[in-house]
């Protein structure tokens, strides 16, 4: 059991947007940076976009996230086949000092 | 650009003990809050372990005082002691690197832990 839930599953067509949602608690994304991250097949996570706008060079500006209280959410527009990966979002916890993360959604590109 | 490069994995048996090392460049392990974080094959994230820059660590409930977290700071590495170890254990293990923002901006490519007899 994941201390940040997100959905399963998530699926678009190709050029459509598609949003995932990532739910917590005051003591992580209500008081934390929110991040997610993405994980290609047989690959390492790697940071995609934080809720401070924070993402790395080359990273595109196709995916956004936001926060709001104790839930986020990472939007992907113009979804195209290569964005066909597991997301992940993920937080410091201040009750549990350490790092939570979500159980991971599954993209699907139709 | 920042390469974390993980080894030290393998297969151990149960109760037995194993050392991961991660070898930094292009960022200096003392400046960053360094983590493990683990992975089951096919599940998701886990957190383990955490060594902020002033030396202070911390672990997942799951792997207390069976793991440690150190860094040599002379060879820009980290390390986690695994000690005890159990099925529940097997997994991929990350070392990760966080400029001190709580984004966990590096990650390495992992290295594989089989805790089986």
């Known amino acids: 059991q994941s201390v940040l839930t997100q959905p399963p599953s998530a699926s678009g067509t190709p050029g459509r947007r598609v949003t995932i949602s990532c739910s917590g608690s005051?003591?992580?994304?209500?008081?934390?940076?929110l991040s997610w991250y993405q994980q290609l097949p047989g690959t390492a996570p790697k940071l995609l976009i934080s809720?401070?706008?924070e993402r790395p060079s080359g990273a595109p500006d196709r995916f956004s996230a936001s926060k709001s209280g104790t839930s986020a959410s990472l939007a992907i527009s113009g979804l195209q086949s290569e964005d066909e990966a597991d997301y992940y979002c993920?937080?410091?916890?201040?009750?549990?000092?350490?790092?939570?993360f979500g159980g991971g959604t599954k993209l699907t590109v139709l | 650009e920042v390469q974390l490069v993980e080894s030290g994995g393998g297969l151990i048996q149960p109760g037995g003990s194993l050392r991961l090392s991660c070898a930094a460049s292009?960022?200096?392990?003392?400046?960053?809050?360094m983590t493990w974080v683990r992975q089951v094959p096919g599940k998701g994230l886990e957190w383990v372990s955490v060594?902020?820059?002033?030396?202070?660590?911390h672990y997942a409930d799951s792997v207390k005082g069976r793991f440690s977290i150190s860094r040599d700071n002379s060879q820009n590495t980290l390390f986690l002691q695994m000690n005890s170890l159990k099925a529940e254990d097997t997994a991929i293990y990350y070392c990760?690197?966080?400029?001190?923002?709580?984004?966990?901006?590096?990650w390495g490519q992992g290295t594989l832990v089989t805790v089986s007899s």
């Open positions: 292009g960022l200096t392990v003392s400046d960053n809050y």
């Open positions: 005051s003591s992580n994304i209500g008081t934390n940076t």
């Open positions: 809720t401070n706008d």
């Open positions: 060594i902020f820059t002033g030396g202070y660590t």
């Open positions: 993920g937080a410091w916890d201040d009750s549990l000092n350490g790092w939570v």
């Open positions: 990760a690197g966080d400029q001190g923002d709580g984004t966990i901006d590096y």
